[in-house]
């Protein structure tokens, strides 16, 4: 090789003239460019590519342009997909790993499963509890199959239709109505009234809640009940001192 041919080849550098023409260098082929190194055989159209960088030898040798693949080279980059065939979906690599990216209708480390399918929505059940404002209904269907995609399980929440729970069983002996719950009111206001007058200097805040009970801030009256908020009011809130009288009607 050479101008006056006076040294000896190396392929890595130049290669020989054949019928299709010159044909790649040996650099070219085993991508230098891209970290790749050429080792020749001096004296020879030889050379050995050592790959490097991700980078792979491609046995059909197009990407290196050798003839019929037959010389080494280093044109195929390097990609995990090629050790994950997906039987259905595509291949995504990124960082030196890949995972098949499978549709709805398969699952698997290569897709190689297919869902069941979902039976109809069976009916609603009825609404729980059967009073009040917060009541849910449900209802469900069935896999037919494996690994069905989403639930089979469904709650709603009722609007309308409910009625008031009214009072509880639970307080047996404290359920009262409106008037008896007024009159028991009237008659502790009395008492306190009087024990002011005699100079016992009481002081307290009461609260009472219609249909439920009465309940005082020192126990006065022991009914510690209470019930929703939507379904009473408040029926009086009395602040009282040793200088004031109060007055129900």
């Not at 480390?109 to 297919?114: E, I, S, V, W, Y």
């Not at 309308?160 to 008896?180: A, N, S």
Request: hydrophobic residues 30%.
């Amino acid at each position: 090789m050479g101008p006056r041919c006076d040294t000896e080849r190396n392929a890595c550098f130049e290669r020989q003239l054949t019928e299709q023409g010159r044909l790649p260098t040996g650099n070219q082929a085993c991508n230098v460019d891209a970290g790749g190194e050429c080792l020749p055989v001096i004296g020879t159209d030889l050379f050995v590519c050592q790959c490097k960088n991700g980078w792979l030898i491609d046995t059909g040798g197009r990407r290196a342009g050798s003839v019929e693949g037959r010389d080494p080279n280093c044109q195929l980059r390097h990609d995990p997909c090629m050790s994950l065939p997906c039987e259905v979906g595509d291949c995504v690599s990124s960082r030196g790993e890949a995972i098949c990216q499978c549709p709805a209708t398969h699952y698997g480390p290569k897709c190689q499963f297919r869902r069941g399918l979902w039976s109809v929505w069976g009916p609603w059940s009825s609404c729980d509890p059967d009073c009040g404002d917060r009541r849910e209904r449900h209802r469900s269907r069935a896999c037919l199959g494996l690994e069905c995609l989403g639930h089979g399980f469904e709650s709603d929440w009722c609007h309308g239709g409910g009625t008031d729970c009214g009072v509880p069983e639970r307080l047996g002996p404290y359920r009262t109505d409106r008037w008896r719950t007024a009159m028991v009111l009237r008659q502790m206001l009395a008492a306190l009234a009087i024990a002011t007058a005699i100079g016992l200097g009481c002081l307290f805040t009461c609260q009472c809640f219609l249909s439920v009970a009465l309940k005082c801030d020192r126990d006065l009256l022991d009914l510690a009940v209470r019930e929703r908020a939507h379904t009473h009011q408040m029926l009086a809130y009395h602040r009282l001192s040793y200088k004031t009288v109060f007055k129900t009607d």
